[in-house]
C-alpha cells in the first residue's frame, strides 16, 4: 500500500466516521471521500464495509476518471459521481453522499427546499436545489457516472455556483455535499439535515410562511461569506 | 439442555440483542428467530423477558409445527407466526417482529408503503405489502397461527416472491420481516423503519409525490440484487 | 427518618429513576409514587429535585388524604391527585404522572387517542380516554385535588374500570397512569407514549384510518389479560 | 487575563455546556451569557470554537455597549443582541441563543406559539411571543444591535413584561431565552423547545385545539410564581 496517499486516507477515514456521530448515516447508507488535487486521486470509503470495521487504510484510491489507484477493497458504488464532480470542479476537496432522514425525504419529494430563515441563509442564499430525475436512457447508462452529470447541469440550468452552494438533492435519490475540506463536507451534510427539517416543520405549522425576505438574505449570507464576514456562534 | 442447538440459540440471541440497539423495540415489544434447515428447528426469544437479562441459553426451540423441543421458558407469544413461515418459506432462516414506530403506524393504515427513493429500491422493486386484518373467524382461530398464513396468503394475491420482498405490515398490527439469516432479518427491519419514516415525510413535504419511475426502480434494484451486482455504500 | 417506609420509598426512587431514562421527562417535569396499603401511605419525589440528585430517603411520606407523615422535603406539587386517587381506588399501588411529549399533546387537543392497532389493544381495549378539563369552580379551589376527582369522574361517565384502564389524558394538562406496582405504572406511561406517537402517524399518514376492529381487540386484550393469556413477546 | 471576572466566566462556560447535553444545539449554532452587574459586562461564548473546545477562561468578557474588555477570542456574532438586552433589562443575569429545531421552525412561520396546556402556562401566561423580522434599513445597519432592539419593541407592543415572559422568537430567525442566571436562562430554552414540539403535534392532531381556558392559565401561573406558589413536581 502506497504511502503517498496517507494524508487524504485519513482524511477520508476521520470524516467517515463522522457520519454515524451525527446521525446521519444507518448502516452504510453513506460515504465521504477526500480528494489529493495534485495526484488528481481521492480516498473513498470501501463498499458495504460497516463504519466500525473501517481504517485509514481500507480507504480506497481512485484517480478522477473512475480507476481504481491503489487499495484492496471495492470502492463505494456512488465512487463515479465522486470522480464526475472532482473532475469538473476543481476547488473541491471533499463529497459526502448519505441517506439522511429529512434530506432524503426532501429529495424524494422532487422538490428544492425554500430558504425559510437565518439557519439556511447562514450558510446559502438560495433554496436548496433538488435535480430532477434522469432520463430513462441515462439511467439505462453508466447510472452513478450520469448521476455526476446531473447535479453539474441542474446547477447549470439554475445558474448555481458549487463554491456558493455546497449541496444539493437528486431527486428520488438522497443528498450530496462538498466543500473544500472533507470535514466540511460532512458539516455541509449535517446543516442540510437540520435545514431539511426545520422546513419541513415549517411548511407542517404555517402552509403559507413566506421565503425569507431579501434583506436578511444578504446579510446573513455576507456576515459569514462577504469581504467583511464576522460571523461565528 | 442440548448442545446441538448451540449454533441458532448463538445467532437467535445476537440478532435480539440488535433490537434495542437500533431502536426497534419499547421493552420487549419484538422478537427474533434463527431456523437450523437440517432439524427443521427455530430458536426464539423467550416470551416477556428483558432484553438485559436474555443469554443464548435462554432462546427456546421450537419446530416448524410450532412444538417446543428444548429449553426452560415459554417461547414468544408470536411462535406459531415464525413456525408457518419457516415451514412454507424454505429459504429463510431468520424472521423478525416489532413494533417499530414507523412501520407499525403505516400498518395501522392499512396502507402498502410506497416506493418514492432509491433507499426504498435498493432492497424492494415494490410498494411494502400491508396484508389486510384477517378475517373475524381466523381471528377467533388460533391467531398466530393463522397471522402467518395471512401474510402468505397476502403474497400470493399480490402476486409477490418472499424472496425478493423480505417484509410485511400485517394491517392494524406490526411489520414481520425476514432474510437467509437472522441477522439479515434484522437488517430489514431497520431498513423498513427507515424506509417507512421517510415515505411518511414524503407525503407530508408533498402530498402529490410520484412514485419511482420504473426505470430508476429497475436500476437500484439490479445493482444490488442483479447478476451483476455491484451495490454497497 | 423512619424505618418502617424503606421499601416504598425504595420502589419509588426506582421507579422514578426509570423516567429520564425512558425519555419521558424534561427536567423535574415528571413523579412516581408508591403506595403501602396497610400504612395507607404512599412515597412520592420530593418537589422541584433534579433526578440525579435524588435518592430512597428524600422520598416523601404522605397519607391518603395528602398529610407529609415522614420526610425533610416538600412533596411533589402533584401529591393531593395521587392521594385521591390511591383513596378511592384500592388495588392500586404505583402512580405516575409526566409531561411526556405525545401523550401531552394530545392532552392538549382534548381527544382520546383511537385504538388503531394490537400495541394499543394488548394493553386497553378503548380509546385512552382524555378527561376534560375541570370547571373554573373546580380550579379555583383545591386544584390538584380536583384533578383527582376529574380522573375518577370521567372514568365513571365513560364506564371504565380503573384495573381495565391504567391511564387517562387529563385535557389541556398531561397523562396520569397507574398500576399495582410503581413500577407497572412506569411501564403504563412509556406505553401510553409510544401508542400516543403512533396514534399521531397513522393518522396524520391516513386522515381515514379505521379504528381497530372488535375481533381483533378482543383477542389481543384476552391473549395478554384473559383466564388463558399467554402474551409475551 | 483578568481574575476579577472568575465568576461569570465559570457561569457561562458552564450554562453554555448544557446546550449540546440538551440537545438544543448542532455545532456552534448556539451561545449563552452571564453578567456581572455590578462591573456592567457580561461573559460570553467565543466565536466559532466547538464546545468540545471551550473552557472558562476561553469566554470573553463584553460590556453593555458591547465593548471587549477582557479575553483573546472573538466574542459570539451575536454579541450584541446580548449587550442591547442587558444595557436595558437591569433584572436578567443571563441570555440564551439557540437554533433549537422545533422553536426556530416556529420562528420560521412567523407565528406566535399559542398556549395549548400547563406546561406552557406553568412557564408563561401568554402565547410565546415572535418578534416580526425587522425593516430592511435596520437590517442593513447594525444588524446584530438592531435585534436586540427589535426584542424590546415587540415586548413593548404586546405589552409583555421582560420578568413574566423569559422568552421570545425572533421572525426568522429564531429564539432567545434569559433570566436571572445563565441556568435560568438555559432551562427557558428547554423549556421552549419543548413547548414548541407540543404545540405544534397538537396543531396536527387537532386544527381547532381551543387555547388554555384563563382560569387554567392562571391557576397555573400563580401556583408556580404567584405569592403563594407551591409549584415543583
Redo the contacts between chains.
Keep these: 500500500m502506497s504511502k503517498k496517499y496517507h494524508d487524504i486516507r485519513e482524511s477520508a477515514y476521520e470524516a467517515n466516521m463522522q457520519l454515524p456521530k451525527l446521525g446521519l448515516v444507518?448502516?452504510?447508507?453513506?460515504?465521504v471521500s477526500a480528494a489529493d488535487r495534485e495526484e488528481r486521486v481521492f480516498a473513498i470509503?470501501p463498499?458495504?464495509v460497516p463504519y466500525e470495521k473501517l481504517s485509514p487504510k481500507k480507504m480506497v484510491i481512485v484517480d478522477f476518471d473512475g480507476n481504481i489507484i491503489d487499495g484492496d477493497l471495492?470502492p463505494?458504488?456512488?465512487t463515479k459521481t465522486h470522480a464526475v464532480l472532482y473532475k469538473h470542479w476543481e476547488n473541491i476537496n471533499g463529497i459526502v453522499?448519505t441517506?439522511s432522514?429529512?434530506a432524503?425525504?426532501?429529495?424524494?419529494?422532487?422538490?428544492d427546499i425554500p430558504i425559510?430563515?437565518?439557519?439556511h441563509a447562514d450558510h446559502l442564499t438560495v433554496d436548496v436545489p433538488c435535480a430532477p430525475?434522469m432520463d430513462?436512457e441515462m439511467?439505462?447508462g453508466d447510472?452513478e457516472y450520469e448521476t455526476g452529470f446531473q447535479i453539474m447541469n441542474c446547477f447549470k440550468e439554475k445558474g448555481l455556483s458549487y463554491e456558493d452552494v455546497e449541496m444539493v438533492l437528486v431527486g428520488?435519490?438522497?443528498p450530496f455535499t462538498w466543500g473544500k475540506t472533507a470535514d466540511k463536507a460532512v458539516?455541509n451534510s449535517?446543516?442540510l439535515e437540520?435545514v431539511a427539517?426545520?422546513?419541513?416543520?415549517?411548511?407542517?405549522?404555517?402552509p403559507s410562511?413566506?421565503r425569507?425576505?431579501d434583506?436578511?438574505i444578504k446579510?446573513h449570507f455576507e456576515?459569514k461569506h462577504g469581504p467583511n464576514s464576522?460571523?461565528?456562534?
Design positions: 444507518l448502516f452504510t447508507f453513506g460515504n470509503k463498499s458495504g471495492r463505494s458504488s456512488d453522499h441517506h432522514t429529512y432524503t425525504a426532501w429529495a424524494q419529494t422532487q422538490r425559510f430563515g437565518t439557519t430525475p430513462d439511467i439505462k447510472y428520488n435519490h438522497a458539516y449535517a446543516v437540520s427539517q426545520m422546513a419541513y416543520l415549517t411548511e407542517q405549522i404555517n410562511a413566506p425569507l425576505k434583506a436578511l446579510k456576515r464576522y460571523y461565528g456562534q
